[in-house]
């Protein structure tokens, strides 16, 4: 390496793909609000990266990407090695590329951090855009089908992840789902400016061109019993997310006007995808709730994780008057990404921290008039580092808001047709794997494997992803000793 390309980085500067303006993100744009790099724009931030010896970015990054050489790749216009590479770690590249928090996982640790880290989440989406865009295919070459199937329960990111690399270990995977489209919360709960619904219709063609089968509008335990899949596939995986949402036992939170933040971001992604890319109606959500017209309205969002930023952004696009975030701790114990409190800043959201909600408020015909808070302060670090908010006596006030949008987070169910058949959960329906003389992500129904939000509680994407992938290691293997022991 010459001296001039080892200091690139201070010739270069950080940049990120052009975004939509402010003006149209404000007047109702959902589209993505960060563009695409073109090559020379990803090869030169590309070309910024140290290639460290100890990549932090690499160990910081959940799936362990080999983020310096796909870099290298992409400055070399080896486009479809890339894509090679960034697949062998992660089943959902250009997903993450899109959602992650970068700035919490490769690019808060990359060691240019300091003078702007290498733009590592847009290059990975080039990277993978491209190669598929011009025919690129995962290579499945030399791969013998093994005879066995795997039933797959859930088509969110952790089962997705668990169908890819099962399939590229012979083995038949199918999904199911109850809703008519893969994705999840990536199909439903994301809004499309931060990852727009092509891309996911894209990677079902990729996964159905991979041999992965998929049986969608289908619910476990309603349309098809628990039972039959245990005696029909080798064995099962369970991906079925966190999706019940946290209670705060807020006085009035069952006014009109007050909506938790799940069927609130479902309601958006179904009003603004209409049907899928074949022309077919996004299908139904049955938790979902009537959204009120935000038009001249003051909203209020109570929580300051990642899903309240997309509650915050968009209400902006619904065209409220006014959006307020309040969050009971401070900014830097804020657990949503510091990108998407920029970019909600930036397109007008209001941020009251160390807020506590107490109450909301009603007014004629019980429809909410504001949320009652009371000011908070930090207390010393607990045994986990967590500072927990105090409330400070005699400062409460009131935040008027016409509608409130109750974003505490979510967490998963253990249903009867899991437990009944010897799946067990813990108290907070956490399902329970791993245990002694389990493999990992296995359950105490031996046949059954488990693994993302539906074990660990609602997290990112990328964690689902990689226990996704991970778990579908622990069944190749499951079911190698089941095929040794029936030979021996």
């Given amino acids: 390496m010459s001296r001039k390309q080892a200091f690139q980085f201070l010739d270069i500067p950080r940049t990120m793909p052009q975004r939509i303006p402010v003006e149209l993100r404000v007047s109702g744009d959902w589209g993505e609000l960060y563009g695409r790099f073109g090559k020379e724009e990803a090869q030169y931030q590309s070309g910024r990266c140290l290639d460290c010896g100890n990549p932090y970015c690499s160990w910081k990054c959940p799936v362990h990407n080999a983020i310096p050489q796909w870099l290298q790749l992409v400055q070399e216009n080896r486009i479809h090695e890339a894509a090679t590479l960034c697949h062998s770690t992660n089943p959902l590249p250009e997903v993450c590329g899109r959602v992650c928090p970068q700035d919490r996982l490769c690019e808060g640790a990359c060691t240019l951090e300091e003078f702007g880290a290498v733009t590592i989440g847009a290059v990975e989406k080039y990277i993978v855009d491209t190669a598929l865009a011009t025919g ?46 893969i994705g999840g919360l990536l199909q439903f709960g994301i809004p499309n400016f931060k990852l727009d619904k092509s891309v996911i219709a894209r990677r079902r063609s990729v996964l159905e061109g991979m041999g992965v089968e998929f049986r969608l509008g289908v619910e476990v335990g309603r349309d098809l019993p628990f039972d039959r899949l245990l005696a029909e596939f080798d064995a099962v995986f369970l991906g079925t997310g966190a999706y ?27 009003i603004v995808t209409g049907n899928d890319p074949q022309g077919r109606p996004i299908a139904g959500w ?51 990404s510091a990108r998407e409190v920029a970019n909600a800043r930036e397109e007008g959201v209001r941020f009251l921290f160390n807020r506590q909600p107490l109450s909301i408020e009603a007014g004629a015909d019980d429809e909410v008039i504001g949320v009652t808070v009371v000011e908070t302060r930090l207390r010393e670090p607990d045994a986990n580092g967590r500072r927990n908010a105090e409330p400070i006596d005699g400062s409460e006030s009131l935040l008027e808001a016409d509608v409130v949008i109750i974003a505490f987070g979510f967490s998963p ?4 047709w899991m437990t009944e058949q010897g799946v067990q959960a813990a108290a907070n329906g956490r399902l329970l794997v791993s245990g002694d003389g389990h493999l990992p992500y ?6 059954v494997f488990a693994g993302g939000d539906a074990v660990r509680g609602a997290d990112l994407v990328v964690t689902a992803v990689a226990e996704g992938r991970d778990a579908a290691a622990s069944i190749t293997a499951w079911l190698a000793q089941q095929v040794a022991r029936s030979a021996a």
């Fill in 286 to 336: 049955e938790d979902t709730v009537p959204l009120p017209d935000l038009t001249g309205k003051r909203v209020v969002v109570l929580g300051g994780g990642d899903t309240g930023m997309d509650c915050v952004r968009s209400a902006v696009r619904l065209g409220a008057a006014r959006v307020t975030c309040a969050y009971r701790r401070d900014e830097a114990n804020m657990p949503g």
């Fill in 413 to 416: 169910t253990a249903p009867a």
């Fill in 442 to 447: 296995q359950t105490h129904q031996p046949k």
């Fill in 244 to 270: 019940r949402y946290t209670d705060g036992g807020l006085v009035g939170q069952d006014l009109k006007g007050v909506l938790p933040a799940l069927p609130f971001l479902v309601q958006n992604s179904r």
């Fill in 136 to 181: 690129w295919k995962p290579d499945l070459g030399g791969v013998a089908p093994t005879g066995q199937r795997v039933a797959i329960v859930g088509a969110g990111p952790a089962g997705l992840a668990c169908a890819d690399r099962l399939v590229r270990a012979g083995i038949h995977a199918v999904v199911f789902d109850r809703y008519e489209q």
